[in-house]
């Protein structure tokens, strides 16, 4: 009996190593291809570029992980890590999501270094905001195939930031879009915008791998592979049904899962970084002011203020349309409070060039001065003082009193006074042109239009006397004898 149950448990051991060397093989053979997958663009970003749009240092100082080779496991393995992280949503397993994990095990680990440190900034934020509405926190893995938690990134299609928003969602979601600013790039806000948006979603589909589809492609793309399948709602029955592009979308969102939070079985540890990612504080600002002018008077890297303000694209806070948050580092929020007037007016001429009004150059007069310079004035009006005064203008208070020889600060209202001297080209010397002169034969006066005109006209009329006298000379009547005019 005992040789029989034992002979039997051999034989189940081999069918049942027969039956894992044949899926095995099978994987293998229909396994997906890198060059047949259509990757996320943030996967296919050069890492150069994306650490230059990261403005971080990161450095190899001492750290006790130590990246080493990829390791390899079984599918199974795969499978069961998958199955076993506590998820609301279905993190499935097949040859296309091993695809993906290899992807980022293999050939992208370098970026799954550098991702895992941008992440102790961003995932905390993303959490909170999820947590807020009540969604799954996997979904803050999303930016990592959307952008590869980039702020500034910008796709083919024009989608931007983390969130990967196009300017019509974005708005949608009340993200301003300007010359000067773009929401779209801002951490937090792009963050609320794109919770709202899953969760919108998630009331339509109710299936959230659908979700993350229709966030790719947009949800008439998906509505079109669910009736074109015939009216399924599971996303692997409508996976050929969808654009080429949102395929792999979800099985690469399942490896972000995987990869992040499984990357010290492959060996991967996150990069260090000089710069530090946490003590960050916000203070709204309603002036406008360039990231210069923060920069110089804090000593703070220019780098280190894009980074916490990708928002504003062109290092310009346009406090004078509307505040604004500025996040800086906490030590270097309360400096800038303290020299907050020391900031705004530092070089202010140079980096904020736009005037307020330029009625002065049409309404008001230029007098030349000696030297090639002239004198810019000013109407004084009510509520005016020298101090706004040479604020409008640039200037000091010493120049406006000097200019305008003020003895005191006392000006009243409607006087005129020089607020800036303006240097002046002087005009081209005319060059010395031909006339032709018109000389009457009775006279050798100079020419005018008068003269000219008056001795054609007497010129014509002569001629014309003549040819009359012609004509009469000329006529007959009717018998052929001349007529003779009295």
Request: proline share 5%.
């Amino acid at each position: 009996m005992k040789k029989i149950i034992f002979f039997a448990l051999i034989g189940a051991f081999v069918s049942n190593l027969a039956l894992y060397s044949q899926k095995n093989t099978s994987s293998a053979q229909t396994a997906v291809k890198d060059s047949s997958l259509i990757y996320p663009e943030s996967m296919t970003e050069q890492l150069s570029s994306l650490l230059h749009d990261w403005q971080l240092d990161f450095s190899s100082s001492d750290t006790p992980c130590k990246n080493g080779n990829n390791v390899f496991f079984p599918d199974s393995i795969y499978a069961k890590r998958l199955y076993s992280m506590p998820s609301e949503m279905e993190l499935s397993y097949n040859h296309v999501v091993k695809s993906y994990i290899d992807m980022y095990a293999g050939r992208k680990r370098e970026l799954v270094s550098y991702m895992l440190t941008l992440g102790e900034y961003y995932f905390p934020m993303f959490e909170e905001a999820l947590d807020k509405q009540g969604l799954p926190l996997e979904l803050k893995y999303l930016p990592v195939i959307e952008s590869a938690l980039n702020p500034v990134a910008v796709s083919r299609a024009g989608a931007t930031g983390l969130w990967q928003f196009m300017l019509r969602t974005g708005k949608g979601y009340d993200l301003e879009v300007n010359s000067l600013v773009d929401e779209r790039r801002d951490p937090y806000k792009a963050t609320q915008a794109a919770v709202l948006f899953l969760r919108d979603l998630y009331k339509i589909y109710g299936d959230w791998n659908l979700v993350i589809a229709a966030y790719n492609c947009g949800p008439g793309n998906v509505n079109k592979a669910i009736a074109r399948s015939g009216g399924k709602r599971d996303y692997w029955e409508i996976y050929y049904y969808l654009p080429r592009e949102t395929r792999g979308y979800v099985p690469a969102f399942i490896a972000a899962n995987y990869i992040m939070n499984h990357y010290v079985y492959h060996q991967i540890c996150p990069a260090s970084v000089y710069s530090s990612m946490s003590a960050l504080d916000t203070v709204h600002v309603a002036e406008q002011i360039h990231f210069d002018q923060i920069a110089q008077s804090l000593d703070i890297p220019m780098g280190e203020i894009r980074r916490l303000n990708p928002q504003f694209k062109k290092d310009i806070i346009p406090g004078n349309h509307r505040p604004y948050a500025l996040v800086l580092p906490t030590n270097k929020m309360f400096a800038f409070i303290d020299k907050k007037e020391e900031i705004l007016n530092y070089k202010k001429s140079t980096y904020l060039t736009h005037r307020i009004n330029t009625d002065q150059y049409l309404t008001e007069s230029t007098t030349a001065a000696s030297g090639h310079t002239a004198n810019i004035y000013y109407r004084v009006r009510k509520g005016d003082n020298l101090s706004k005064i040479a604020k409008k203008n640039g200037v000091t208070i010493a120049q406006l009193k000097s200019w305008n020889r003020l003895r005191s600060s006392k000006i009243g209202v409607g006087k005129k006074l020089v607020v800036k001297k303006k240097k002046v080209v002087p005009p081209p010397t005319p060059e010395r042109q031909e006339t032709i002169v018109y000389n009457r034969p009775d006279s050798t006066t100079t020419p005018d239009s008068t003269i000219i005109s008056g001795y054609l006209d007497e010129q014509i009329e002569k001629m014309e006397e003549s040819q009359r006298h012609k004509d009469d000379s000329e006529q007959t009547d009717l018998t052929g004898s001349p007529v003779t005019r009295n």
